[in-house]
């Protein structure tokens, strides 16, 4: 966080902001990211995910702030970021009459790669994320998630220190994902820097080790993070019997307001992880058969929900994202994924 | 630098295959050729009714045809190149930026001077791929004699650049403009305030502005008989032919001589006027060329406002075409210097608007 701190490599961001006319579409972000891990950069639509990517990747001149791209100011430095940066944008573009294979090469070609160099690399790629059958066809009959793959090829043909992923998922099917984050989890075991941006909050928890939530342009502050993580979340239990579940925690001492009724399950707020370790020793003890027992929102998102409430909360002039009514607890859809698509519909 | 020449044939090669290839393109060069060839099978059948050396015709190639042909070729790719270009550069930046492709290209270690001057060499030599196909047809116009190669030359280069204008200004007004469709629109409306606007302009011009012209002139009359006032007509064949008195006439001109300057900015007049013209034993241009730079430079003399015309003696032949043609100014080079003033300066525009890291951007423009 602080700029005292010196990487030679990573992403060190503080103070940055960013205005488009009267728009402020980034106001006040501050984290670093260091190499070897993966961090996600959460927040809703609009929040200025994708305009801080885009000065990170030395598109986009800051009004103010301070960046450092593997130690280099992508202004001042600009083809040193641009060498070690790989971007993988959240709009969807491509060479259409262009092949796969020569979408690749063309792209190691522009970054100064020889002709040979830049076939094998391409090859390599295309194998990687997949696309071997499409290799030869022309990018404009790919599918979306097809293009999606070939995007992320594009952004790793120069082996770049610093992966930036916007919203990498998004078209995904289930086993490109999980393709996705073991190719990310490899990248950043091989020293790299990756920073990730989603609003899928699920997808990101399995995948990163540090998270930074945005929220209006500003990064939360470490202590709100902190507090938003403690604060108390909804378990998910299941039991064949939910009726004797219900009695159960009702005799526990669980008061009525904080159980909330899910279809074949119960979803009970608990205030920390012991309580819950607590709360299972005792539902056990009292003979009920318990198939799950498990928190009802990921860690990411708990926290992100929590950040987004409580912001709700101090700010009065701007409508919240997301409202949850305190009372009950979220159901299994994860809130975020029924906002509106991306405000950038281009 | 050959780094950046390598970035620059990326680019260059990028965008051919991008734009250029494809069935459509051949099929407009299919037509093209097709055209070019009808054009030069009438006109060696209309010179092929003139007897060599015939009335009108030079002696020294005209008879033949050949230098109507290359001229006429000439200007069909000139025509062809300037309709073709603006299509295939005027979308060269802010087409990319609408397909997302743009970003993705520069965050690459390619320059924004590598992606412009890339793309502006892609649209020049796909406008210059008319030039190539046309070049059976020029070769037979050189056959058919009486061409000489300063002409061939000459034309030949003035032809290239001014598709090379036509290219830079079509790459510049797509990297100012944000929408695809209004820069081709802008870059057809320069092509056409070149080529036809600067002719309306200057034709307007000259209608407007005109001046008084207060002659003298003496005529023969007949000397009447009865001592009478003498009148022209009818002649009395009895009667004496002498000098009458001098009368005075009265009538406007228009002023096209205070608007030449804005001929010079027009394509087909600038590579007509930078053309060394050959002249007959006459001492009459003998190609298309010549017979428009003839037109072209005589216009530049201002009209005798006081004309003395005296027909009672022998009365001065005016200047002939080779005179007129040297003594009056080459405007070619002012309107070359135009020219590439003007695509420079678009292309210049367009590098400070798509420059990255950007700071200002338009209103409206996402970067991705
Ligand atoms: N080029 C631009 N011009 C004007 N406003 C913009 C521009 N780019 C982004 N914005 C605005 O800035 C805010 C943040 O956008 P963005 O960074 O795309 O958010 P995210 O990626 O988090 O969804 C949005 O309100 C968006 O409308
Ligand atoms: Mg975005």
């Known amino acids: 966080m602080s700029d005292t701190q ?6 060190v961001v503080s ?42 990747a030395s598109l986009l001149r800051p009004d103010a702030g301070r960046i450092r791209i593997a130690g280099h100011d992508p202004l001042t430095a600009t083809s040193a970021v641009r060498q070690a940066v790989g971007w993988m944008p959240d709009v969807l573009g491509s060479w259409a ?77 289930p086993v490109a994902r999980i393709e996705l984050r073991r190719l990310v989890r490899r990248v950043a075991a091989e020293g790299k820097t990756v920073l990730v941006s989603s609003h899928v909050l699920a997808e990101l928890d399995e995948m990163a080790d540090a998270a930074v939530y945005i929220e209006h342009g500003v990064t939360a502050s470490t202590d709100r993070v902190a507090g938003a993580k403690r604060s108390a979340r909804a378990w998910r239990i299941r039991s064949s019997d939910l009726l004797g579940l219900e009695h159960a925690l009702l005799s526990i001492g669980v008061a009525q307001a904080e159980i909330t009724r899910d279809r074949a399950e119960l979803l009970v707020a608990v205030g920390s992880e012991t309580a819950a370790a607590e709360l299972l020793r005792r539902i056990v003890a009292s003979g009920l058969p318990i198939s799950v027992f498990a928190p009802a929102v990921g860690d990411l998102e708990h926290t992100f929900l929590d950040l987004s409430r409580s912001a709700a909360a101090v700010s009065v002039t701007r409508a919240p994202i997301t409202t949850m009514p305190t009372t009950s607890m979220p159901i299994t859809s994860t809130p975020t994924d029924s906002i509106s698509i991306d405000g950038d519909g281009r | 630098m050959s780094a950046f020449w390598g970035g620059v044939a990326v680019i260059l090669s990028l965008e051919l295959r991008q734009r250029v290839r494809g069935i459509a393109w051949y099929v407009l060069l299919g037509v093209f050729v097709f055209l070019v060839a009808i054009v030069t099978v009438l006109l060696k059948l209309a010179f092929s009714f003139y007897p060599t050396g015939g009335e009108g015709v030079g002696d020294s190639g005209g008879a033949s045809g050949g230098g109507a042909i290359f001229s006429a070729v000439i200007y069909f790719v000139l025509l062809l190149g300037t309709l073709v270009a603006p299509a295939l550069s005027g979308t060269a930046i802010n087409g990319d930026r609408d397909s997302g492709t743009l970003a993705t290209t520069q965050v690459t270690l390619i320059t924004t001077g590598q992606l412009l001057l890339g793309k502006f060499l892609a649209a020049w030599l796909a406008a210059l791929a008319f030039l190539a196909a046309a070049l059976p047809f020029l070769i037979y116009a050189a056959i058919q004699g009486g061409i000489d190669w300063a002409t061939m030359i000459v034309s030949a280069l003035v032809l290239i650049f001014e598709l090379g204008i036509v290219a830079a200004i079509g790459v510049g007004l797509s990297g100012i403009l944000n929408r695809p469709l209004f820069s081709i629109v802008v870059s057809y409306l320069v092509v056409a305030a070149l080529s036809v606007g600067t002719l309306i302009a200057f034709g307007l011009g000259g209608v407007v502005v005109q001046s008084q012209v207060v002659g003298t002139e003496r005529t023969f009359v007949n000397e009447p008989t009865d001592g009478s006032a003498g009148s022209e007509l009818p002649v009395n064949p009895d009667a004496p032919m002498a000098c009458g008195p001098p009368t005075v006439v009265e009538s406007t001109v228009p002023r096209f001589d205070h608007f030449w300057g804005i001929l010079v900015a027009n394509p087909y007049v600038l590579l007509a006027d930078a053309v060394p013209t050959q002249f007959d034993t006459n001492s009459y241009p003998v190609d298309l060329f010549g017979v428009i730079k003839m037109g072209v430079r005589s216009v530049q003399i201002a009209p005798d406002l006081h004309p003395v015309n005296d027909y009672c003696k022998d009365f001065a032949a005016g200047p002939n075409a080779k005179q007129i043609i040297n003594s009056t100014a080459p405007g070619w080079a002012v309107g070359m210097a135009l020219h590439l003033l003007l695509a420079l300066g678009s292309l210049f525009w367009a590098y400070r608007r798509t420059r990255t890291p950007s700071g200002k951007l338009p209103t409206g423009t996402r970067i991705a």
Do not use: C, W
């Not at chain 1, 010196?6 to 992403?11: C, D």
């Not at chain 1, 690399?121 to 404009?140: F, H, K, M, S, W």
């Open chain 1, 97 to 173: 009459s262009l092949s796969v294979r020569s979408t690749l090469e063309t792209t190691g070609r522009l970054y100064r790669m020889d002709r040979m160099t830049a076939a094998a690399r391409a090859a390599e790629l295309i194998a990687l994320v997949g696309l071997t059958e499409l290799a030869d066809q022309p990018t404009r009959v790919l599918s979306r998630g097809q293009k999606q793959r070939l995007s992320l090829a594009r952004a790793l043909v120069h082996d770049p220190e610093v992966l930036l992923l916007d919203e990498p998922a998004s078209g995904l099917d």
């Open chain 1, 6 to 11: 010196s990487f030679s490599g990573g992403i």
């Open chain 1, 15 to 56: 103070g940055v902001r960013r205005a488009f006319g009267t728009v402020y579409a980034v106001r006040d972000v501050s984290f670093t990211a260091e190499p070897g891990t993966v961090t996600a950069l959460i927040g809703p639509n609009g929040s200025g995910k994708t305009t801080l990517m885009l000065m990170l």
